[in-house]
């Protein structure tokens, strides 16, 4: 994170002035010495866990990182790991993309329509408000223990974050763009790829990297109500046996995934809004 | 060459016909307010036709009207033609601020409009390359907006609406928020392509000067409700030379009526 700020603050240095660059490289000799500090307090933490395990604490209530790491290795190479970790992948990589892109593209519709607007805002508004992790025994259900129930609850957070950035975009939008781009005899697909999505990129973003993480949440969650593969269910597992290093290695697993996954969106939407002189930190809530 | 006859034939046709119109606004804390009232106006083809009058008289509204961004209260407008229902994409538009498309490069905005006329690869780009070198901005194609400075976003917003030679162009205070001495370099630019293209442009400004040294004709609108008092013939040569107007044969005439009229208006006195 500090990374980017820094090179957000040398993009804008070389942009005004000489003074701005030199600072600069302050930052980055400063950027440095954060970094050092960061790996000092994460060693100290991990250091003194390993102590504390076993000397002042039950080490199944607390495992340690080395216990940790030695179930992270033999979860990988006995494969039992990799099959849950499978699992889980494939029903974010199915809600994901899926809840995402139909969140999308509904809020661009609501924003283009204002009759539908009017007519549905009220009810998904009252439908943003249900605890949608509840719903998850229901898509138990209807869609039964195996991977379309954990879709479904996937789908569900994922989308309604989505529709709410994007729909957000579309009212904050600058009209003008649109008429400008019309009166050139610019409509239909042209418009919608060329203009209207463009301009609302920065507030899409936002959606797809706010909800990577429940993403997430929603593949556990529905593994915790009733799965027989995948981390949620190793995680929950594992701690019913008090096998606590493996609920890390779970833990550790997700981790990673999201780490992945804001990593790649991240790339994604520097690439598409490289137009941008800076990026603008929109957040908006669902 | 044909293309030469065809625009002889057109001239001192009117392409805008604007027929006794009115638009009425309601505001909260006013009521009804009459923006402008009947308004009747021809511009005619190849004509540079300004716009002058001070802020909130209406003439940005006149401009929408024509564009068909919203429609007249009663009255109506006729493009070549043909009267003004919904948007009017036979005018080109350069709003006060810049609005390129800030995720297109300038030679993307500048070509954006030509994409309809569905031109070959080859002209469009030749017609792009030809507007983006006419208006100083080679070396540039690449570069975003938010790379620009003020000036050649300007000069890049004008050249869009112009590169796909829309029947008239109309700019809406386009120099307004820019430096003196940008204004008159960008004024002078303008010129110069225009007289090169000769597309009719009708041009707002609450500028005086700017106002008389643009223009074939300048029409002069009050305030509240907005009516076209006058209409200026400004019967100097061209090419003109922007830098020193002052000095040119006829700028003085025009000018003076001009001052005649918002001197009144303003109550500085009369004698």
Known sequence: MSKNISEENSRAGTASDAAVVQSGGVLSMHGFGVTIIRFVIIGGFLLLWEIASGRWIEPFLISSPSRILSSLVTGFTSGDLIQHTWVTFQEIAIGFPVGAISGIALGYWFGRSRLLAEIFEPIIIALNGIPRTAL?????????????????VVFLLTFFLNFFNTYTGMRQMDREYVDLAN???????????????????????????????????GAIVGEFVAATEGVG???????????????????????????????????????????????EHIQIQA | MAKTAIQTSQENQPVIQVENVSKLFRTPSEGLISALQDIALNILHGEFVTV?????????????????????????????????????????????????FPWLTVEENVGFGLDSKRYPREKREHQVQQFIKLAGLAGFEKYY???????????????????????????????????????????DELLKIWEQKRQTIVFVTHDLVEAVALADRVVVITHRPGQIKDIINVPMKRPRNIFEIHRQEGFDEAYGRLWKIFRHELNIGTH
Do not use: H
Not at chain 1, 136 to 152: E, R, T, Y
Not at chain 2, 155 to 183: C, H, K, N, W
């Open chain 2, 145 to 187: 907006p938010a790379q620009l400075s003020g000036g050649m976003s300007k000069r890049a917003s004008i050249i869009r609406a112009l590169a796909y030679e829309p029947a008239v162009i109309l700019m809406d205070e386009p120099f307004g928020p820019l430096d003196a001495q940008t204004r008159m370099v960008l004024q």
């Open chain 1, 183 to 217: 009166l050139m005899g610019v409509k239909g697909w042209k418009l919608t790829f060329k203009v209207i999505l463009p301009a609302i990129s920065p507030y899409v973003f936002t959606g797809i990297r706010t909800s990577i993480p429940f993403a997430v949440i």
């Open chain 2, 52 to 100: 002058v009058g001070p802020s909130g008289c209406g003439k940005s509204t006149l401009l929408k009207l024509i564009a068909g961004f919203s429609a007249p209260s009663s009255g109506r407008i006729l493009c070549q033609n043909e009267e003004v229902r919904g948007l009017n994409t036979k005018v080109g538009y350069v709003p006060q601020e810049s609005k390129l």
């Open chain 1, 233 to 279: 269910f190793f995680i929950r597992m594992s701690a019913g046996i008090f096998k606590t290093a493996d609920v890390f290695v779970g833990i550790i697993v997700l981790m990673i995934m999201v780490i992945v996954m804001d990593k790649i969106a991240e790339r994604i939407e520097r690439r598409a809004l490289r137009w941008q002189t800076q990026t």
């Open chain 1, 136 to 152: 998850a025994p229901l898509f138990i259900v209807w869609l039964g223990i195996g991977l379309w129930s954990k879709v479904g």
